[in-house]
């Protein structure tokens, strides 16, 4: 079946512009994350989506950084006026259920979008 | 706050041996959860195996074990039978249970395993 999408696969934006990342995590996922990986590091959480409410924003670097995902399914992160440290890997996982206390909730990750910012 | 601490920037392993890749972490959560994720080079985080922290028995999926340590907060993952397909940077991760949804990663162990 299909996994996680993420488009585009690479971006190169000019200092300023605005960027727009789409995330199609896997038909019937509940749950919905956005990472943002720097080069040589782990990935840090941006945010966390339960169907289309967005309980989880404390990662989100600044105010330029806004995510949606208004019919639970599909989930775009803009970033406004972007910066050269915004340049990284943006990635996005999704998991089947939704994250309710502890136990293991698989998340399955897409294949990021690389963002330059020049 | 929580963190992971991954010490090992790179590793090399002969294939067919066995590898330890090292894990501590921090939290003050009294349930967590540990995982480890394997990053190929084509980018895609792809989960290897779970440890919850009220689990007595060590987690194992194939030929990778979860060698958890309670009291020493360590969660090292031990890859045995290396194979050449598992050169890829390795990461820990954590959960905590109290409210929060993020997911804390370690700063990745580079494995290369040697013909």
């Known amino acids: 079946g299909a996994g996680v999408s993420q488009s585009p696969r690479y971006k190169v934006a000019k200092r300023g512009q605005d960027v727009a990342l789409r995330c199609d995590p896997i038909s019937g996922h509940v749950s919905l994350f956005w990472y943002q990986q720097a080069l040589g590091q782990g990935p840090e959480f941006l945010t966390y989506?339960?169907?289309?409410?967005?309980?989880?924003k404390s990662g989100l670097p600044s105010d330029r950084f806004f995510a949606e995902r208004p019919e639970g399914s599909v989930s775009t992160l803009k970033i406004q006026r972007t910066q050269q440290e915004d340049s990284a890997v943006y990635l996005c996982a999704s998991s089947l259920v939704a994250l309710l206390g502890g136990g293991f909730y698989e998340q399955y990750f897409g294949p990021g979008t690389r963002l330059t910012v020049t | 706050a929580q963190k992971i601490t991954q010490t090992q920037p790179g590793m090399f392993v002969q294939e067919k041996e066995a590898v330890t890749l090292d894990c501590t972490y921090d939290?003050?959560?009294?349930?967590?959860?540990l995982f480890w994720y394997k990053q190929p080079s084509s980018g895609e985080m792809i989960f290897l195996i779970y440890q919850g922290s009220y689990d007595q028995q060590n987690a194992t999926e194939g030929r990778y074990s979860l060698n958890f340590q309670k009291a020493r907060k360590s969660a090292n993952l031990v890859i045995s039978a290396s194979q050449l397909g598992d050169s890829a940077m390795y990461f820990c991760a954590m959960r905590g249970t109290s409210g929060t949804y993020k997911y804390i990663f370690g700063t990745g162990t580079r494995l290369k395993v040697l013909a």
């Open positions: 989506f339960q169907n289309e409410a967005q309980l989880d």
């Open positions: 939290t003050s959560d009294p349930s967590y959860g």
